[in-house]
């Protein structure tokens, strides 16, 4: 067996024990650390698995959205946080877990300084908008609303801080992975290439996806190894051109059902064919989007490390329709539960007739807001009474609206779409990773606030 204990290690043993979270392995290390070494620096392919329990997810990704609902929102940096570091200890490699290191305190004051300085770019941009539209456009309205597109650079620009961010809280093995810096220049190469996707009405959409997907993969790094994406865009437009292809067949049918206005069945037919282009034009873009996925990572090393994704489009598709039909099923099902148990504890506690003098105030309330004679003044004793039940209401509708189908969409889509990529992915010459040395700490102070504030999916953020 190789000796690797002489000589300078690319990673350090003790740091590994200390972030690995099964601290019940920690005598089988102790006993035969050689054994640890070269199991560490095996050779071959490797296939990631994601080892998770849905109960477990569930009532984490419930409790967190109830908390964010009832804290206003405020609990929802320490939601994302959490289930990230569900997500990222369920992913294995050779049977050590990612680790996500970003905590909930970073993210709300990356939120609160993003939010500073937004406010303060939007202030001086509106300001010498409106100072010159009126001094020169006084009579031309859209000249004030050019403001909105000062607020277009900073979704790219939030993108990639925020996937700057996310890479520099995760680790494996405890190594950090890591970002260049490169955030303004995503934003002009975004811009310039959104701008060549709709002058050619989407078709360089694929390049537009590849070039940004190479910027990104370009300047990651896991440890002192760099990822490097290969391929062309053009191996992604053979599959978007199919959508243009079924949407010219969809056009010509309808075009051709047109020429015959008289007949009754015409607009019957016509809506059916619309329907079914649709729907396929909804398959098709899906399988389109996992395609992407297979093909970049599939084109995508790091080092001397090469990785192979083989999932499915059908797979996916399916766990996203069926997924998406449970989802709204258990919500209106669990949702209805919830408005009868609460409606029997609020007849308990408040009585028949203080519920139905607040139904009748809120009615006539709505009915003279809505120019109706109805509003009559109610004989309300204290009319304070009504405000638990209010607040009550508002709470269970919240709950109904977010958390419910926030928690069923982990189980039913997110996991499980997770898991089919994770375990169609395969890593060979996986020993390189071993090489990897450690990267300095990167500190990312901005945590994904502006991320945060505009409301940014970076595909992590849940």
Not at 34 to 52: F, H, I, M, Q, W
Not at 192 to 212: A, C, D, E, S
Not at 233 to 256: E, K, N, S, T
């Amino acid at each position: 067996m190789t000796d690797y204990t002489e000589g300078p290690k690319p990673w350090d043993i003790e740091q590994f024990r200390g972030v690995r979270r099964h601290l019940e392995r920690k005598d089988d290390w102790e006993k035969d650390r050689e054994l640890v070494l070269d199991a560490s620096y095996r050779t071959g392919k490797v296939a990631p698995k994601l080892d998770t329990d849905g109960p477990s997810l569930f009532w984490l990704a419930l409790k967190t959205a109830c908390l964010s609902v009832l804290t206003l929102g405020f609990y929802r940096f320490w939601m994302i946080t959490k289930l990230r570091r569900h997500y990222w200890n369920a992913i294995r490699i050779q049977g050590d877990p990612l680790e996500y290191t970003g905590t909930g305190i970073e993210k709300i004051l990356g939120f609160l300084v993003a939010i500073i300085i937004l406010a303060v770019y939007l202030g001086l941009v509106n300001l010498g908008l409106t100072f010159i539209g009126m001094s020169f456009l006084s009579n031309e309205p859209l000249a004030l609303n050019i403001s909105i597109l000062a607020v277009v650079p900073l979704f790219f620009f939030a993108s990639y801080r925020a996937r700057r961010y996310i890479m520099a809280r995760t680790r494996w093995r405890g190594i950090r992975f890591g970002m260049d810096n490169g955030a303004w220049g995503y934003t002009i190469r975004a811009l310039w290439y959104w701008f060549l996707t709709l002058v050619t009405g989407g078709l360089l959409y694929p390049y537009m996806q590849f070039k940004l997907a190479k910027y990104l993969a370009d300047r990651t790094w896991f440890g002192d190894l760099k990822f490097h994406q290969n391929g062309s865009w053009a191996g992604l437009f053979a599959y978007w051109i199919w959508l243009y292809i079924v949407l010219g067949l969809v056009a010509l049918a309808v075009w051709g059902l047109a020429a015959d206005p008289g007949n009754p069945s015409t607009k019957v037919i016509a809506g059916l064919v619309i329907f079914v282009g649709y729907m396929s034009l909804f398959v098709m873009f899906m399988r389109y989007e996992v395609v992407v996925f297979r093909y970049l990572w599939s084109n995508r090393v790091l080092g001397e490390a090469s990785f192979q994704n083989d999932i499915a489009p059908g797979k996916i598709i399916s766990v996203y329709l069926v997924g998406t039909l449970l989802v709204g099923l258990c919500t209106i099902l669990i949702s209805t539960a919830l408005v009868v148990i609460a409606g029997v504890v609020a007849i308990g506690i408040f009585g028949i007739d203080e519920l139905q003098n607040l139904g009748a105030t809120m009615g006539a309330t709505m009915g003279g807001a809505m120019g109706g004679a109805a509003n009559q003044p109610m004989d309300m004793a204290d009319p304070f009474q009504s405000i638990p039940a209010v607040v009550l209401m508002v709470v269970l509708f919240y709950l109904a609206l977010f958390a419910i189908p926030f928690a069923f969409s982990h189980i039913f889509i997110i996991r499980p779409i997770l898991q089919r990529k994770a375990e169609a992915m395969v890593i060979h010459d996986a020993q390189v990773l071993t090489q990897s040395r450690q990267r300095e700490h990167d500190h990312a102070a901005e945590a994904g606030g502006f991320a945060d504030a505009l409301g940014v999916d970076v595909g992590a953020g849940f």
